[in-house]
């Protein structure tokens, strides 16, 4: 059984709580993310991360979106091309045309090292706060959800006021169909039954 990283665990046990989340207050079971972050934390972490920035400045480069696609990239697929590649340029120079210079493909081959180990720590933090942030988006979700669920049903059964809180709610579910008592009432008129 894999251990949550994040919140709660969604295997085998759904009230199992990991690392930070522990120490929360317990939430419903089926809530994802008992996470949250202290204004210092924050700040502390765009601190950092305008430090980062900074650092990283001086290697970035900001391509247009659609300019992408006009350059080439070695992915793994081609996992291998450098080493084979360098070392046939670096054998056989009088194969290499002119216009390349093995000064020029070293040095972008070890900044392209360099940027790797530099960005796939990056990216793992990236990825973990992203799936935080996932877990959180669908627990609030799952929260409005019902919500919309229990008023959609109060205006069904004609409770004062559901029908304003109803018409102020669809718009974020469009696909659902608001009850009989409820669209009459937004014509003025009276359901029929």
Known sequence: MPTAIYGVSRYGDPNAVYGK???KAPMTPDNL????????DKTALLAAISTLAGLAATYS???PVDQKAHYTFIG????GMDEVFIRSMTDNPNLLPAFVKMDDVNLDRNFRKDIK???APIEQIVEG???AELLANSDNFKAYTAYYNNVQMAA???????DTELAKLTPFFPGHKQPAAAKAKAKNTTPST
């Open 76 to 79: 793994t697929s081609r996992a």
């Open 21 to 23: 989340a522990a120490r």
């Open 156 to 162: 069904t059964r004609g409770v004062p006021g559901a």
């Open 117 to 119: 180990d530099v960005v």
């Open 33 to 40: 993310s008992t996470l949250s972050m202290t204004p210092a």
């Open 61 to 63: 480069v900001n391509i």
């Open 129 to 131: 706060l992203s799936d």
